[in-house]
């Protein structure tokens, strides 16, 4: 025992005691705050790989964007990257960020199935699905169940079988080789059941969005409960946007 409290005398803590309250480290790019600063949007808009700048007024389209801070690099009078993690959102619309507006992303209590509050308040068992992911979203979502963040504490757990879960969670752009895994999936997660999209890839398709290969036939099929963009997803982002779907907030 006294090995065990030198160690944590010496180390600290080794998990976020509170996920929806901490500053990120390091280089992360969270939501984007863009200036009303005039410049060539012409040049500005050639910038993004993936067209996730528009005009007319200037905004960037979350579940376009690779978070690659090109356009903030080039332009850091015009855009520039908050640490704010909190950019989940049940709407599409919502993840679009407009000149001018110091916008928070927040989740429309109106679009949440009253199911959800009711079923999965207390516990959330969810099935991740790779369809045609790079393995980087796969590996923040398999962070958030780590000491560090431990998502299991809110019982938010990822399972092995889509029986055994209450909804699906998409990474990935949706290769056309696995299109039917994943409506075989969710066909056999029970209801009601729940669609999250984690990453800007399942999102939008990402860099893959004009690809051949791909069939993002299924999300045109079912509503979506939840969008989580990043590219790779932050297991912050994911949990507190998770979290703010069940109504488990501590």
Not at 90 to 113: A, S, V, Y
């Amino acid at each position: 025992m006294f090995s065990n409290v030198k160690i944590l005398y010496h180390q600290g803590k080794q998990f976020i005691p509170d996920v929806t309250k901490v500053e990120v480290p390091g280089i992360f790019r969270g939501r984007p705050i863009i200036s009303l600063e005039k410049v060539d949007e012409v040049k500005l808009i050639e910038l993004c790989p993936t067209s996730a700048i528009d005009k007319s007024p200037v905004n960037i389209d979350l579940g376009k964007c690779t978070f690659c801070g090109e356009c903030a690099r080039v332009f850091p009078n015009k855009i520039s990257f908050t640490k704010d993690y909190k950019i989940s959102a049940n709407k599409r619309e919502k993840l679009i960020i407009n000149e001018g507006e110091d916008q928070k992303i927040e989740l429309n209590p109106e679009l949440i199935r009253s199911e959800i509050y009711k079923m999965f308040g207390g516990s959330l068992k969810l099935r991740q699905i790779s369809a045609g992911g790079d393995n980087s979203c796969e590996a923040e979502l398999n962070a958030a169940g780590n000491v560090n963040f431990d998502m299991g504490r809110f019982g938010i757990e990822f399972v092995a079988s889509p029986r055994h879960a209450d909804g699906i969670v998409i990474t990935g752009p949706i290769s056309e080789n696995m299109a039917e895994p994943v409506q075989i999936c969710y066909d056999a997660t029970p209801f009601p059941k729940i669609i999250i999209l984690a990453g800007t890839d399942a999102i939008s398709g990402g860099i893959f969005s004009e690809s051949p290969v791909l069939n993002r036939g299924f999300l045109e099929k079912y509503p979506i409960d939840l969008y989580v963009p990043g590219n790779p997803v932050h297991p912050l982002t994911f949990i507190n946007g998770v979290l703010s779907l069940i109504s488990k907030r501590k």
